[in-house]
């Protein structure tokens, strides 16, 4: 029996002296194999939908698409203002212009006189794509996969199912048939209305597309091979070279070619993936992506996990050698000219919930992190500036901070087709003008956003050519300038122009009841009634009496394209760091209720004018001018309260690197460096392994093991005599 007991308390004994042997955290959520490795942690929230270029345009999918496929162009990771500089191309797109009569033109043409413009982009030879079952060949010289039977395909359960690999050169007619794609009406890309609108015979090239492909089999579409449709507006020059011609001059278009839209596309991908019961199985772009970048899909499981590693085929690329001031003292251009990427793998795991993601981060298990607002507190506090700092907690950590202002804005819009607030009136501009002092946005940030945003100014956010800083660049109707920054005009002098707008206390003098405006809410959710009654007690503070129309996000944007709303708010992120990206929301011809963006439907002749200017020039002294009036139109006619620019808030561990944000850039997973050792030491020392509910146990089994000692140990002694 004593022996018994000893046999149960030695493992308890042996457990507790391990616990002390330098192992692994005990909670590590991963292999014990992976310690130490090269591999970057991280998160995803969703399942990403479409991990096919030709109509992902979501950021949870370009984290990893970007990391992917290359376009031809890519911004510079650390010049600011945002600049575009090669990727897979030789050099920057050369662009030539022609009139209608297909003679050549001077680069400083006269917008009106041309006709076409043609980018010719050179393609850098001995690039090569990711290994992948698409290109794989058999002895003869034929592709192994691309004929296989229903019974086959319908047998595959992942891509790795097709053990056998190949791999080509990256050739121009990729990146054709990736512009055809965008064409082709079943593959429904965002973008191809606004394409049709600039690349040559691009709607034309969609109807013959539709009229030569093959009908579904059972609803699927089976490989079409777009290479034998004609395209004048995308062609072919030889192995490495393809010119993109389009209608008019439209300098915004170089930024496109930044984009996964334009991306390359293997036809041999589509070969493989358009056969019967491929799709049905999920083999499709959507799940396996194909090509040249840093990084390739080895794994899809968007219920748990998502896998980036290092593509064995990649051409290289070397970290940037130039920056801004103060990326040297950063530690930002200490990898200079090395090769990229620095690591080997990025490892994805699903978290729907933002407390297990911040705990994780805290222990070390991810590399960086958001900040929640169940977190905020925790992870962040002001000075008595108002700029935002790590917490004593996080500091003592080692956690680091970076903030940045988004190319983003939100704003709350008047429906300028409105009897009451619309118009070119002095009445209606006056009232517009008073709401817009009278909605505190810098209060909204504070409330609502932790403080995360900057009150804005225009509709130009920072970052983009164009927005001024300090007194220059505040909105003189609705702030004042005082000790070195913009503060909000008193809400007596809303209270002034209300009056001399005829609404004395906010009262419609021909009823003497408060005046009635009606909000626009897509803000139903038990989240949003603490937004709704904040932006009553705003109008509130001008006796204007604001009834919200709540409803879900189709019904707004319905409202909103009929024209029927009143008040609203509403956001834009920038497709791309051009002025002319946000000023179209303000364009007359754009108008909403025409079938445009301008969800104010806002048209000022003069600001038309110069916004047909401005979207053609060079950035330089004479297109910021141009900006300039422009803003002091808008700033004057108050079609938009400029409500406020979102600012990012990001953390990482201080074992990860060349961390710089980077708002137009999504394919920055190759700058990544890390310490993994530092990294293994610090998890260890932040997850010691909790020992008392052991020891606890210990204690009891031995207390209650007393009484069965003593039992035995008399039954011993009465055997004995």
């Not at 038309?608 to 900006?627: H, S, T, W």
Request: charged share 20%; hydrophobic share 40%.
């Amino acid at each position: 029996m004593v022996r018994a007991c000893r046999s149960w308390l030695l493992p308890m004994v042996v457990l507790l002296s391990l616990s002390a042997c330098g192992e692994p955290p005990w909670n590590n959520p991963y292999p014990e194999s992976q310690s130490g490795e090269n591999i970057l942690y991280g998160a995803f929230t969703e399942r990403p939908k479409h991990l096919d270029p030709v109509r992902s345009y979501s950021s949870n999918e370009y984290a990893f698409i970007a990391q992917v496929y290359e376009p031809p162009l890519q911004y510079h990771f650390l010049k600011r203002p945002y600049a575009l500089v090669p990727l897979t191309a030789q050099a920057l797109p050369e662009v030539r212009y022609f009139d209608a009569n297909g003679d050549p033109l001077p680069a400083d043409a006269d917008p009106a006189q041309i006709a076409v413009s043609e980018y010719l982009i050179s393609i850098t030879p001995g690039i090569n794509y990711q290994p992948h079952p698409a290109f794989a060949k058999d002895d003869d010289g034929l592709y192994r996969y691309h004929q296989l039977d229903a019974q086959r395909a319908s047998q595959l359960n992942a891509l790795k199912d097709l053990p056998e690999t190949g791999a080509r050169e990256l050739v121009a007619e990729d990146y054709v048939y990736q512009i055809k794609r965008l064409a082709t009406p079943w593959l429904h890309s965002p973008i191809a209305s606004l394409m049709s609108d600039h690349i040559l015979g691009f709607s034309e090239l969609s109807e013959r597309i539709d009229a030569a492909a093959p009908e579904p089999v059972n609803g699927e579409r089976l490989f079409f091979d777009l290479r034998q449709i004609p395209f004048e507006g995308a062609e072919v020059v030889d192995r490495y070279r393809y010119r993109i011609r389009l209608a008019g001059r439209y300098p915004q278009f170089v930024y496109w070619l930044a984009m996964p839209f334009f991306a390359p596309m293997p036809w041999e991908a589509e070969a493989l993936y358009g056969q019967i019961g491929m799709r049905e199985n999920n083999l499709s772009l959507d799940w396996y992506p194909v090509g040249t970048g840093p990084f390739m899909l080895s794994e899809n499981n968007p219920n748990l996990r998502m896998v980036l590693a290092r593509n064995p085929n990649f051409h290289g690329e070397r970290y940037p050698s130039q920056g801004m001031p103060g990326d040297q003292a950063a530690g930002l251009l200490a990898d200079a000219g090395k090769p990229l990427p620095f690591i080997d793998r990025a490892i994805y795991s699903l978290e729907q919930e933002s407390i297990p993601y911040w705990n994780k981060f805290l222990q070390g298990f991810y590399d960086s992190s958001g900040v929640s607002s169940d977190a905020f507190d925790q992870a962040i506090q002001f000075d008595a500036a108002g700029e935002a700092g790590l917490t004593d907690e996080m500091r003592q950590q080692g956690i680091e901070l970076v903030t940045a202002v988004q190319t983003s804005i939100w704003y709350m819009g008047f429906n300028m087709l409105d009897p009451l607030l619309g118009g070119d009136s002095e009445r209606a501009r006056l009232l517009r003008q008073a709401i817009s002092i009278a909605v505190d946005f810098g209060e909204y940030i504070s409330i609502f956003a932790n403080g995360r945003g900057v009150q804005g100014q225009s509709p130009l956010p920072p970052g983009i050519f164009g927005h001024r800083e300090g007194e220059a660049g505040i909105n003189p109707y609705v702030f004042d300038w005082e000790d070195g920054r913009a503060v909000r005009k008193p809400i007596h002098e809303a209270r002034a122009l209300l009056a001399e707008a005829g609404y004395p206390d906010g009262r419609d003098p021909e009823t003497g009841r408060p005046l009635t405006i009606y909000y626009e809410a897509m803000d139903a959710g038990p989240g949003g009634k603490a937004r709704l009654n904040w932006m009553r007690k705003q109008f509130a503070k001008l006796g204007i009496e604001l009834v919200v129309r709540a409803t879900d996000y189709n019904r707004f944007q319905e409202k909103i394209r009929k024209g029927t709303g009143q008040v609203f708010m509403w956001g834009w992120n920038a497709d791309y760091p051009d002025p002319e990206n946000f000023f179209f929301l303000l364009y007359g011809p754009n108008r909403k209720v025409d079938g445009g963006e301008n969800a104010a439907n806002y048209q000022n002749p003069e600001l038309d004018a110069l916004f047909e200017q401005m979207k053609n020039m060079e950035d330089g002294p004479e297109r910021q001018q141009v900006i300039d009036r422009m803003n002091a139109i808008l700033q004057h006619d108050a079609p938009w309260s400029f409500g406020f620019y979102p600012k990012a808030f990001s953390l990482h561990h201080q074992w990860l690197q060349n961390v710089k944000p980077n708002l137009m850039a999504n394919n920055t997973l190759k700058y990544r460096r890390l310490d993994p050792a530092r990294r293994e030491q610090l998890r260890e020392r932040w997850n010691p392994p909790v020992l008392w509910p052991i020891g606890a146990l210990v204690v009891i089994l031995i207390v209650g093991a007393i009484p069965a000692l003593i039992v035995a140990r008399r039954r011993e002694r009465s055997r004995a005599r």
